[in-house]
């Protein structure tokens, strides 16, 4: 049990040529598209003000290139140096075996008893080479222990370490917690026992040339 958290703001990463694709990518990477750069690029503008705000606020990032790519344009939108963003092992994306790479529907018709047994228990499954949602969330529990409790922390990760930090932090149900879709270009700002959703104004979204808000993940 984690006695005290820090105020987090936890980013997601832009677009990426699988989310488009709609391959689980999990430990292995593919680069932001073009409107993943520009999603990155609207994100930064609506949580300028956010961040400015947060006095003396540590950065962090997966070690993903995704997420490394993403924090690099945050970086230079907001006037840090990239150094700033310390590369954060335990913020790295689930990991998720055998099925990454794969579509949902080839995980579903290809490997189709590890895709019910999943169903059947989605907390502590973990398909072969895989990650747990259990395990998951104890691993970001890690990293939280690991933080300075007397100042602010911004992190930019993925879907699934994003889910799994909103519901520690709000202490969501696992039913709650598996309905979680939240748009690609959303940010959260987490404090013990509450949680604000950041949205992207539409017009800001326009006004970069992104296609909506971005998509969601199903797992």
């Not at 005290?4 to 689980?24: C, D, F, M, S, Y």
């Not at 950065?59 to 907001?78: E, H, K, N, Y």
């Not at 940010?187 to 969601?216: D, I, K, Y």
Request: charged content about 20%; aromatic content about 8%.
């Amino acid at each position: 049990m984690i006695e005290t958290l820090p105020t987090l703001l936890v980013i997601r990463h832009g677009e990426t040529q699988w989310n488009v694709a709609g391959r689980l990518q999990g430990s292995r990477d593919t680069p932001l598209t073009v409107n993943g750069v520009r999603q990155a690029q609207a994100v930064a503008v609506r949580l300028s003000e956010t961040v400015a705000d947060m006095t003396d606020a540590a950065f962090w990032v997966s070690p993903l290139g995704r997420a490394r790519q993403t924090a690099s344009i945050l970086a230079d939108i907001w006037s840090l140096p990239f150094k700033r963003f310390g590369e954060a092992p335990l913020l790295a994306e689930r990991c998720y075996g055998v099925w990454e790479g794969r579509l949902h529907g080839e995980i579903e018709r290809d490997l189709p008893e590890q895709y019910d047994a999943h169903a059947a228990d989605p907390w502590d499954y973990s398909m072969p080479g895989g990650e747990s949602r259990t395990a998951l969330a104890e691993r970001l529990r890690e990293w939280l222990r690991s933080l300075d409790q007397t100042r602010p922390h911004v992190a930019v990760t993925h879907s699934g370490c994003l889910r799994a930090l909103r519901g520690i932090y709000t202490a969501a149900s696992p039913t709650e917690i598996l309905a979680y879709r939240e748009p690609q270009t959303s940010a959260f700002l987490l404090n013990r026992g509450a949680e604000h959703m950041l949205s992207v104004p539409r017009a800001t979204l326009h006004a970069f040339g992104c296609e909506g808000e971005g998509q969601t993940v199903w797992i």
